[in-house]
């Protein structure tokens, strides 16, 4: 089943939030601060050893409640359920969107058309992790039967961004392989 594609926009919703930007935009977070003296112990998320501070931000508790509210006439929480459950909701390919399968480490069954697609993905991830070992031990050889010492990463959107962006945070930890991204059907394409 698609996913809901109202505009938020035109939510009433949207609407407060507006107005509440309208009436606040020329606060200053010093304002914020004196307000509520608390706002840095209250604006936080903590998990495991993540800590998300948000209170540096000009929001306050009214704002968050109105993103809330704007969350819940879009059906934000059924649209995260419907993603999670492997409901049909990419419309341009009429399947289900799956990443969060692919990195998850939940055991129970994930039912796509009837049947359970985790043990077909734990499968690839079990080949995807020898093949690699392979590569990088110069076991696996390329078509001149020397060791492979470049890997091309060719993808748009997302499929180059998040590639690309793991390779730079990983920079640390790189081996001898070298990477690089083509994200552009562009011969000229410069990295």
Known sequence: MPLNTLNPTQTVAWQKLQAHFDANKDLRMQDLFAADAQSAANMHLVWNDFLLDYSKNRISKETLNLLHALATEVGLSEAIEKYFEGDLINQTENRAVLHTALRSKET???M???ADIRPEIQAVKIKIKEYTEKI???????????AITDVVNIGIGGSDLGPAMLADALAYYQNHLKVHFVSNVDGDHEQ
């Open 136 to 146: 990088i031990a110069g076991a696996h050889k390329g078509f001149t039967g020397k």
């Open 108 to 110: 129970a069954p994930l």
């Open 112 to 114: 796509v058309d009837g």
